[in-house]
């Protein structure tokens, strides 16, 4: 998505250790516009999948699901993060750890709010390691329903989630996929439109 690419250039900060702030369109202001374009694209992408409904993690994936929701009409569900160990009830579970603030989080979802027969579409903000999606891959699995695919708004390609995912045979789609980040260049992948 081009203007994922041009967003990113023109407002993203580099911090330290690979990370990359998008607080004033993704994570802490939100550019609505620009959401809202952003759940048309997800929804083109996905048009043909049938797509049931869309899971994401909290926080900063909530608003981009939830356009992608408005934009598919389809519900959202998104895992709650826990940092107990001690789980009980009805949930899905699954430990996803966080590029961001370096810790280990359980990720909790309902049982009621997947069946088996749905078809799932995980959407996040960030594809890094590829902590969160694997982990969101994991309840879906859990649950005995399909992943229809992945989204993420950014990917970071140098850190390599987003590849290992596809060689293990699941359709990750990337809005703008950062190959290289310095601490005064970005570069992204090649073969994006
Ligand atoms: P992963 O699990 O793929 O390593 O990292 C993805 C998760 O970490 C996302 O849910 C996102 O919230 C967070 N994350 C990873 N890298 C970045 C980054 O460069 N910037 C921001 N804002 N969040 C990131």
């Known amino acids: ?9 023109a407002e993203g900060k580099i911090l330290p250790g690979g990370v990359l702030k998008v607080g004033s369109f993704l994570n802490q202001q939100i550019d609505t516009k620009f959401m809202k374009e952003i759940g048309q694209e997800i929804a083109e992408l996905f048009k043909d999948d049938e797509v049931s409904k869309i899971l994401t993690i909290e926080s900063s994936g909530i608003p981009i699901a939830v356009s992608a929701g408005f934009a598919m009409e389809v519900p959202v569900v998104y895992a709650k993060k826990n940092r107990s160990s001690n789980i009980s009830g009805d949930v899905y579970c699954t430990s996803v750890h966080s590029f961001t603030h370096g810790n280990n989080n359980n990720v909790l979802v309902g049982k009621e709010f997947i069946s088996s027969d749905e078809r799932i579409l995980i959407v996040d903000d960030f594809l890094a390691h590829g902590s969160a ?3 969101l891959i994991d309840i879906v699995e859990q649950a005995g329903a399909t992943v229809v695919g992945c989204v993420a708004a950014i990917e970071k390609g140098f850190q390599l ?3 290992k995912l596809r060689n293990d045979g699941y359709r990750i789609e990337s809005l703008a996929i950062i190959e290289e980040m310095t601490d005064s260049e970005i570069i992204f992948r090649e073969d994006q439109n």
Do not use: A, C
Request: proline residues 0%; charged residues 35%.
């Open 161 to 163: 989630g987003g590849d």
């Open 1 to 9: 998505m081009k203007k994922m690419q041009e967003k990113i250039l």
């Open 133 to 135: 999606l694997t982990g």
